[in-house]
């Protein structure tokens, strides 16, 4: 039909597509005035400058350009803070609570970086297909005017969008830091050259006006915020607070925010391990069913201080002292393996059982901080 138009790029032959297409890809620079076009009654394919028709294609969309690949890559990192947040903290909490350990490992900054390559990204990236499909933008490419369409002009729908992320993960190197700042440099010459880079090629094709200052300027301003939001929530969900409940009394209480929490076992005994998130402080607490006959608790100190004495130094004699009611034993020493390592155990005796909490820090730091203390008194007060 005379009113449809195919059109050649890099020797393949591509449509047919509309006159109104064909004048978009041109504005866009898809299309180059040497670019070859044809369609039925025409004798032969021809460079776009040669079509009579055709020579007025710029004037439609002269104020729009190929946006280059840093202002994309950009606007892509906006719209990677955004879904992370929304992704983040659900992922975070839920991951913290079925697995403790998750918790302790994803506070080193390595396996921080490797789940989110390994897993946010690939997820953000799949939201954001979805905000797309539903908004036709993001906020990255709203804040910079960025409008991604298929060749043929039309909004690509959730699946075509959802495919241009697979390929925009696969083309940038899985999206791998440094690598991916290589691939924009790649990305910037071909789009220079071509108008598209790799990933668009044929298939997308993209346009956004020129940035004024004061868009810019408020592009990295919620730039800034979503990495400050981001790097809260990421904690506030990774260590937020749960429910303890002791095996025993089959009390519950309510470990408050920051405490990152797992059980182990070690010699055939279970403990409870507690970690604060931010000052480094431990918590271990633990019981020993003590046989009979019956043993006072400064008598069970002091074997108990023996016992690990290879590895903490426990100064004798504790002071007597009572936390929620109960009559306690307080002793402090510090780690035989670093001696400002420093320790303050608690031992409470009670239905033929002694419980104890042992409170350590970073080397040089007191262990009794405020939030130690606290969780001290919580979990004594599970004993009744």
Known sequence: ???????????????????????????????????????????????????????????????????????????????????????????????????????????????????????????????????????????????????????????????????????????????????????????????????????????????????????????AAVLFALVLIVAATKQLGYSSAHRWTNEVTGKSVAVPSGWLYKQETAEGRSFHSFIHSASGSEVIFAKETVPPPPMSLSTYVELFAAAVKPAIHLVLPGQQTHIAGSPVMSITGNMVADQTQRVHAFFVYKDSRVWRAILTGPPGKDPTTPEAMKLRDLLFASLD
Request: aromatic content about 14%.
């Open 1 to 219: 039909m005379k009113d449809e138009w195919w059109y050649a790029i890099d020797q393949t032959r591509l449509g047919p597509v509309s006159l109104d297409a064909l004048r978009k890809m041109r504005s866009e620079g898809i299309l180059s005035e040497s670019s070859l076009v044809w369609r039925e009654g025409m004798p032969a394919w021809l460079p776009l400058s040669e079509v009579p028709d055709l020579k007025q294609f710029p004037s439609a969309h002269h104020n729009l350009l190929s946006p280059s690949s840093t202002r994309r890559a950009i606007a892509r990192l906006i719209d990677w803070y955004a879904m992370t947040l929304l992704i983040s903290f659900p992922i975070g909490f839920a991951l913290g609570l079925l697995n403790p350990g998750f918790a302790l490992w994803i506070q080193d900054l390595g396996s921080q970086m490797l789940f989110g390559w390994l897993v946010l990204t690939p997820l953000a990236f799949v939201a954001e297909a979805m905000v797309f499909g539903l908004f036709g933008t993001t906020l990255g490419k709203a804040l910079f005017s960025i409008t991604v369409t298929t060749v043929d002009g039309h909004r690509p729908t959730f699946s075509q969008y959802n495919q241009r992320q697979f390929d925009v993960y696969c083309a940038a190197g899985s999206c791998v830091p440094f690598l991916y700042l290589f691939f924009v440099m790649v990305w910037e010459r071909q789009i220079r050259r071509t108008g598209q880079a790799s990933y668009d090629e044929n298939r997308f094709a993209v346009t956004a006006p020129k940035l004024g200052f004061l868009r810019g300027v408020a592009t």
